[in-house]
């Protein structure tokens, strides 16, 4: 494949308009219960930040079970799926939520989209909360792909040693590049089929910029592969690429769902719940 560096990305959409409260919820009112839907470092500080409102707002945070050792949030902790949107739906009137947040990662596509169609059909509000997308800057070499499968077919012009970021999920697009070396770096062991020349390194971020810098030379690394997921945690291993010249292939995120947008931070799910200072 041939790619181009990408140019810089726009910044996430304006949010939409809320729905209407639930039936039950004080019109125009605060919610009385939240369940936040999370796994990400944004969802432990919205978790925290209800549990510590003044107003007494129960808040309920959903896992999904990946990890077996996840961080645990402030409130009460779900674990598991709900078996799609109607399951969710049923889940939000029997616990009686008047407020759904989406905080999961920005690539778990399908409970966003579960997420959407349950606060559709139940009428609690839902507010979607994003961390902004990377966005390159002078110096860096980035080569934006739809997805894990269009990485691969760049990797052959770019790199034969890869340092592969994108989570323990989905490698078997990589399983067929026989003439590679990859590092894969996860939290969790990663799921096969994997390539032939493989070695994993399981850990957790934050990373610095001079582990990251170091790493990528202790490994000789070519050509850096992760997803779009923005954040700090994970950050400095762009700056480490920029510095040494490397170029890196960006996974976009999935869309949002239609009529769907997202606000950026913690502050701005608790003005949307009605939770913010004045």
């Known amino acids: 494949m041939s790619s181009q560096p990408t140019e810089p990305r726009p910044g996430p959409p304006a949010p939409s308009a ?3 409260p639930a039936p039950g919820a004080a019109p125009g009112g605060p919610p ?45 902790v779900r674990t598991g799926g709900f078996g799609g949107a109607d399951g969710l739906a049923d889940w939000l009137r029997a616990h009686h939520v008047d407020a759904l947040v989406d905080a999961t990662h920005p690539f778990a596509e399908s409970i966003t989209v579960h997420a959407a169609r349950a606060a559709a059909a139940t009428g609690v509000p839902a507010v979607v909360l994003r961390r902004p997308g990377w966005r390159p800057v002078p110096g860096d070499r980035w080569y934006d792909v739809p997805s894990l499968a269009g990485a691969a077919e760049a990797l052959p012009a770019l790199g034969r040693r890869v340092f592969l ?40 971020g934050p990373f610095t910029l001079p582990d990251e810098r170091d790493l990528l030379r202790a490994h000789r690394v070519d050509v850096l592969v992760t997803k779009d997921s923005g954040g700090e945690a994970t950050a400095a291993k762009l700056t480490a690429a920029r510095e040494l010249g490397l170029p890196v292939v960006v996974v976009r995120r999935p869309p949002l769902p239609p009529g769907v947008a997202a606000v950026a931070d913690v502050p701005a799910v608790l003005h949307r719940l009605g939770l913010g200072q004045e």
């Open 165 to 204: 970021t994108t989570g323990r999920l989905g490698l078997a697009a990589f399983a067929h590049l026989t003439d590679h070396h990859f590092l894969v770096r996860s939290v969790e062991p990663p799921d096969p089929p994997l390539p032939p020349d493989t070695e994993v390194l399981l850990a957790r």
């Open 18 to 20: 809320g729905r209407s």
């Open 32 to 76: 009385r219960h939240v369940l936040v839907l999370g796994g990400t470092a944004e969802a432990r500080r919205l978790a925290a930040g209800l549990a510590a409102h003044p107003g007494g707002v129960r808040v309920t945070t959903s896992l999904a079970g990946r990890t077996t050792r996840p961080w645990t949030p402030a409130g009460e």
